[in-house]
């Protein structure tokens, strides 16, 4: 006669041979889904523009994202109406109801100053956007280096390949110093709120795959990675973008149609995600519209391009 502990056992060998061929199906499933492809968001940046004053409230951006078929949603921080936990939360519901995901967090910082007031002003800002992306539930959130602000506005930066000189009487070598203590000083409030710092190729310090992955490499903390842009590398992008597809958190796709903003890349998508596969990036491929066309076409446009090329097996 089986005692308890053995009839226990024999029970529970039972249930396991049962679920055995139930688990490996979802074993199955699970990997086939990984294989065929990244999940798609899209920037709110990619409707605003910094220019589309009628594109840019979030929530309709969040809306319009889902029924264009995008899987998440990234935040621009700069084309936010409110910091007011009303407003968080009524972002974080349009989400929910859309089965969409707020996937990324972009904001702006600089670093690249000699005056320590303005760092540390710049680490608070941080800080506070880490805060915000965990009270959004975002789990990844853009950071710069900034740049050295010797240029006399953005269309000269862009105008010079984004190349700028440092400030008089300083040097790169001296930046890197600040870019790193900062984002060391920012460590602590990613961690205990649980958002990933993803450093981006971004001009400044980060214009060079060498630049961004000196900083992530010596602050050597799994809390910042890589934020990689596919648009920001404008010569001998490929190279480029594998030099940090390693570090990859989150991968920002830009398209150009109706001709770019400020500059356009013959992007070949098919082989970045060629790329990607070979570093296991299982993360999410992020929109940035960044052409003359209406955003309500081309944003769609190119939302079936990145699935065409995203979603194939590897």
Request: a negative charge; charged letters at 25%; proline letters at 4%.
């Amino acid at each position: 006669m089986l005692n308890r502990r053995e009839a226990m056992r024999m029970a529970a060998a039972g249930t396991a041979a049962a679920l055995a061929p139930r688990a490996a199906a979802t074993f199955a499933a699970e990997d086939e889904a990984a294989a065929n492809g990244n999940r798609i968001a899209v920037s709110t940046y990619s409707f605003w523009q910094f220019q589309h004053n009628d594109l840019r409230d979030v929530e309709a951006c969040i809306n319009r994202s889902a029924e264009m078929g995008f899987d998440g949603v990234e935040i621009l921080h700069r084309q936010m109406e409110s910091e007011e936990n009303a407003y968080l939360q009524r972002l974080k519901r349009a989400a929910f109801v859309n089965g969409i995901d707020l996937c990324g967090f972009s904001t702006h910082q600089g670093f690249l100053s000699p005056d320590a007031a303005v760092r540390q002003k710049n680490i608070e800002h941080t800080i506070h956007c880490i805060e915000l992306a965990y009270r959004l539930g975002i789990p990844t959130m853009r950071v710069n280096t900034g740049t050295w602000g010797t240029s006399k506005n953005f269309d000269e930066l862009m105008k010079n390949r984004g190349i700028e000189s440092p400030r008089e009487g300083y040097t790169d070598e001296d930046g890197f110093g600040w870019v790193i203590d900062s984002l060391e000083k920012c460590l602590p409030a990613a961690e205990r709120c649980g958002v990933l710092m993803g450093l981006e190729n971004h001009w400044g310090l980060g214009r060079t795959p060498e630049g961004v992955m000196r900083v992530v490499n010596a602050i050597d903390s799994p809390w910042l990675q890589v934020t990689l842009d596919t648009g920001n590398f404008l010569e001998d992008p490929y190279d480029k973008l594998e030099k940090i597809a390693e570090k990859a958190i989150l991968v920002q796709a830009k398209t150009y149609y109706g001709g770019g903003l400020w500059y356009e890349l013959d992007l070949d998508y098919p082989r970045i995600a060629k790329m990607l596969q070979r570093y296991k990036y299982r993360g999410y491929v992020s929109l940035e519209f960044e052409g003359r066309e209406d955003p309500l076409t081309g944003i769609p446009k190119s939302l079936s391009m990145l699935r065409e090329s995203f979603d194939r097996p590897a």
